[in-house]
């Protein structure tokens, strides 16, 4: 690898699955705002919705999601009460104007859930929400959580696409993250759900973590692939302990260092190309044929909180505590605390108390810097047909880094500005170098790769 390159293996930059990114958010988008903001939707708009479970009964180690760890049900029975009260009141908004086209069970663990609360809040949503037909109804799945009665309560929910956390299957590296789950496990959920009629499964997996090597990497991923997953993610352990304390009871002695994590990602993403996957982005993977493979392919490919996706929609609503929604005006996110949250959307109240509102300049940048983490490249007429004068300056920046950059990370081929093969694994550092908030703000992020 060359120099300049291996250099960027340190640096630590946004994720970027919105722009402008969450450390940017402020109190001024607050409950007041939120509502303006859905009162604004117009007929005929198609929506996606964000349920976000914010409990689990272990918590893991390496988790950086907004969740807590209970070992009794009824805070999960009062949450529920919350949330529906919080559908009830977006539905009172939206409902006429807008239709679902696709719903994403996040957390947390939504499947620590019992059976009858998940039949009951598909229930609700369906009551609450106008459906579109062959909505896409996407569920996050901790192997350990699940029994015959679980998988009967998602399929009865009308569940399209499973996808289960596998992070890597090395007991050491188990142990080391309290994720202990076996590979039979896991592979009964995958039965499970192909049993009864889920269309598409996804596996997550980790590289970067506490133990991994190479080999313990391609080990985790050679078994994955007899599964034969639909879609794949192979995302980079992100160490914030300032963030998330419970990583503090990872040893930082215990985790590879940058060198090491490269030669993981580029070993494991070989590995699932040569079983035929086609490779999505910075770090997703699908089957050809598979509606994600499609969009990259026309164009198509979006990113939003839960990274790479086929859906359109431009407004998708947050539901749940911490839990954050993008308008056509910005992004406004829900009160973090369970407890703060309830008491929000009692009586009809909505819960969000920070965001932001995009300016015109956030629309170019961002349209930039999901372009670049999708396809890698922009059109520059396509940039100006779009935004027209602000277009314009932005070309004239991205310009600079195609001429100065030593690394040469960025080329103006025909009318595009494209990244090259070799630097696409450092594509957030690229496209950090558009983000205007990034030199100036004080938030710390993870490593780049």
Not at 352 to 358: D, L, P, Q, T
């Amino acid at each position: 690898m060359r120099p300049e390159l291996a250099a960027r293996l340190g640096e630590n930059v946004p994720r970027y699955t919105s722009y402008p990114t969450a450390p940017h958010f402020h109190p001024g988008v607050d409950a007041a705002v939120q509502k303006g903001w859905l009162e604004s939707l117009e007929g005929g708009d198609e929506i996606s919705l964000y349920l976000h479970i914010p409990y689990c009964d272990r918590l893991c180690w390496f988790c950086a999601c907004h969740t807590k760890q209970t070992r009794h049900y009824e805070p999960v029975t009062a949450f529920l009460r919350s949330l529906y009260a919080e559908i009830a009141t977006i539905a009172g908004h939206v409902r006429g104007k807008a239709s679902v086209r696709a719903i994403h069970f996040g957390g947390g663990s939504p499947t620590m859930l019992k059976p009858e609360d998940m039949v009951a809040l598909g229930t609700v949503l369906r009551d609450n929400f106008d459906f579109l037909p062959n909505t896409k109804i996407s569920v996050e799945i901790d192997p350990n959580d699940m029994d015959d009665a679980r998988l009967d309560a998602l399929a009865e929910i009308g569940m399209t696409r499973a996808s289960l956390g596998v992070q890597d299957f090395d007991p050491k590296v188990q142990k080391a993250i309290n994720r202990e789950q076996s590979f039979l496990q896991t592979k009964t959920v995958v039965d499970g759900v192909r049993s009864r009629g889920v269309e598409s499964v996804n596996l997550d997996l980790l590289y970067g973590l506490p133990h991994q090597t190479r080999e313990s990497v391609c080990s985790t991923l050679a078994q994955a692939l007899t599964l034969e997953p639909d879609r794949m993610a192979l995302f980079g352990y992100a160490h914030v302990p300032w963030f998330k304390k419970h990583q503090t009871m990872i040893d930082e002695a215990w985790l590879p260092g940058p060198t090491e994590r490269f030669a993981q990602s580029q070993l494991a993403a070989r590995a699932i190309v040569d079983k035929g996957y086609e490779a999505i982005g910075l770090d997703h993977f699908a089957k050809p044929g598979d509606a994600l493979a499609l969009a990259s392919h026309t164009g198509a490919l979006h990113r939003n909180f839960q990274g790479y996706t086929e859906d359109r929609c431009e407004t998708l609503i947050g539901l749940g505590p911490s839990s954050i929604s993008r308008f056509r005006q910005g992004y406004a996110q829900n009160m973090p605390s369970t407890a703060e949250y309830g008491r929000m959307v009692a009586n009809g109240g909505l819960a969000a108390v920070r965001g932001i509102a995009f300016s015109d300049d956030d629309r170019v940048r961002g349209w930039i810097i999901e372009r670049l983490m999708c396809d890698f490249a922009f059109s520059a007429i396509d940039l100006v047909e779009r935004f027209g004068e602000a277009g314009q300056k932005l070309l004239i920046q991205a310009s600079s880094i195609a001429v100065q950059d030593p690394a040469r990370v960025l080329e103006l081929q025909g009318d595009s500005f494209v990244v090259l093969a070799k630097s696409r694994p450092f594509v957030r550092s690229i496209a950090a170098k558009f983000d205007k908030y990034f030199e100036s703000g004080t938030a710390r992020h993870s490593v780049a790769v």
